[in-house]
């Protein structure tokens, strides 16, 4: 059974760029969970989708930033027009349903330049 | 909301010494506790867990934590750490069942000494 699945594991853009972030749960998994991490910080929830539903995105900033999990393929992070504060880890993570075990891809490194 | 508190920003121990990391969290009620670990550049890894019952919990690598209600603390330990233990550790929490996301603290670096 192959892990929590993000590409591209490193991605360069400039300011006023789109950013597309995927992420492929586990087999089996239907939530997904978007995590931010600034440079030496924690990791800051963003947003928790389901197939087809957004759940919560108490995380998301208001502007630029979109997520979605549509009923066939990965989740997409969106980030339209970059700043350099966008810079960041941005992890995934996957869990079955009704389960608090969450399973971490290996995170996709965004850098604008 | 609550929140997860990680005193300790770095630590470092000798190879062989024992670890203690520190975790306290704020919350109304007992949430689910975890307690990740990030090796440079990588992802995070479950160690253990917390939800219900034996306050002591072992986890994978030979660390274990112990929940401590009246302290609000969910410390990891490990009687005696090897240098590949060198990574970032991470506790969070989660309250909400049907919204199980994580609060993160903000990570205690280790480092081992030969």
């Known amino acids: 059974n192959a892990g929590v699945m993000q590409n591209p594991r490193h991605l360069v853009r400039r300011r006023g760029q789109e950013a597309r972030l995927r992420c492929s749960p586990m087999?089996?998994?239907?939530?997904v969970y978007w995590y931010r991490q600034l440079p030496e910080e924690g990791l800051k929830f963003m947003v928790y989708?389901?197939?087809?539903?957004?759940?919560?995105e108490s995380g998301m900033p208001k502007e630029r930033f979109s997520a979605e999990f549509p009923k066939e393929g990965p989740s997409i992070l969106r980030i339209q027009q970059v700043v350099r504060g966008d810079s960041a880890a941005y992890f995934c993570a996957s869990s079955p349903p009704q389960s608090y075990e969450q399973y971490f891809g290996p995170g996709t490194r965004l850098t604008v330049t | 909301a609550q929140s997860v508190t990680q005193p300790d920003i770095h630590i470092t121990v000798s190879e062989g010494a024992s670890l203690e990391l520190r975790c306290n969290y704020s919350?109304?009620?007992?949430?689910?506790l975890f307690w990740y670990v990030q090796s440079p550049g990588q992802g995070l890894q479950l160690l253990l867990k917390?939800?219900?019952?034996?306050?002591l919990v072992q986890g994978i690598k030979g660390f274990e934590a112990e929940f401590k209600r009246s302290q609000s603390s969910f410390n990891l330990r490990k009687p005696s750490v090897h240098w590949s233990d060198a990574a970032e550790y991470f506790c969070?929490?989660?309250?909400?069942?049907?919204?199980?996301?994580?609060?993160f603290g903000t990570g205690t670096r280790l480092t081992i000494i030969p």
């Open positions: 087999k089996g998994h239907s939530h």
């Open positions: 917390y939800f219900s019952g034996d306050t």
């Open positions: 919350y109304g009620a007992t949430p689910y």
């Open positions: 989708l389901q197939k087809e539903n957004i759940i919560d």
């Open positions: 969070a929490v989660a309250t909400n069942f049907g919204n199980e996301k994580l609060t």
